[in-house]
């Protein structure tokens, strides 16, 4: 049985990290797959003998989602900057939007006199809710592409939900067209398209900066090992990159340094603070022979060392790594979520059609039947439970 932990790109919600979970587990093959949403990795175990990693991918492909084989800290860092700095952007514009959308719509309620008539507002109101609608765009690629795939999402419910309340506005400009002026007060819904999307947008946004900070613990243990290591080759001292230090190569360490791998002390003596291993605060007496580990500090005297373990076999890469399979472990109120979440957008969507056909069949307008319909769709979310348990269970064990 083998065990690989790989990224899972395009995941927005609990409805798609349990979309995905539910795929791998369906593979003939897949011992176990957990897929985490706070992390966007998915820990699977499988038998190489009737699986690999390429029907694997294909399997998620199908879905609407990605499989990134390595997941390297760094980039993933960077590549979250980026997806949040967009986010950020994005939403900065569809908020001004929206505030313009306000005034034209709520203005003329609260006292407010625009120098508009019918129809130009409600063009106006078109244009900014497209607006707002571009802005958000990557609802409706990913809700209405999950939806096609049959594994529909929150983005699939905010989808349906603001675009049927900007067609059903889009009519309502028709009606003005053809004199019907109450439609501009009784058919027009576009400040609701814009406030929905930059509401959800805004969730969306801090939802990112929250699991942005959790990998802070994971940034900070890398960042202990130093960069650079001085190697003994053919008897002179070498700088070179701390990642090509290879088992056997003698390593040297001047007082003030951090050792770049694990080895044995050949020659020299020196205390080195192993604190962020052992917790123990007095520095450790190195000599001949003496284990010595990545990321310690050395603090007196000069010593020489066979490397003996590199990379990903360093104590320090070791913990790295407990705290990441910490981090997306789950607990049982996350797998409680995740049970509610793989049902709840179909369910929501069932009840948002049944909410429509009970108010036009007890003799409601059409509008108001619609817009408690899109109520239902809009103010669904699973997400809160099925992000914050897994978030919460990332900071407890990065500060511990």
Known sequence: MKEIQVGIGGM????????????????????KAQVNLATETATIAFDESHL?????????????????ETVDQKTKEEEKRRDLANLGHRLIISSILTVFLLVLAMGPMLGLTLPLSHLTNALLQLVFAAGTMIAGSAFFTKGFSTLVKREPNMDSLVAIGTTASFLYSFWGIFEILRGNHMAAHDHLYFEGVGTILTLVMLGRYLEHRSKGKTGDAIRKLMELAPAIATVLRDGRQVSIDASQVQVGDIVMVKPGEKLPVDGVVLSGFSAIDESLLTGESLPVEKSLGSEVYAATLNTTGVLQYRASKVGSDTALANIITLVQ?????????????????GVFVPIVMGISVLTLLAWLIAGTPVDIAILRAVSVLVIACPCSLGLATPIAIMVSSGKG
């Open 12 to 31: 927005t919600c609990a409805s798609c990290s349990s979309a995905v979970e539910r795929t791998l587990n369906k593979l003939e093959g897949v011992d």
């Open 52 to 68: 690999d990693l390429d029907v694997i991918k294909k399997a998620v492909q199908r879905i609407g989602y990605s499989v990134v």
């Open 325 to 341: 399979q910490a981090q997306g472990s789950k607990a049982p109120i996350a797998r409680v979520a995740d049970k509610i979440s």
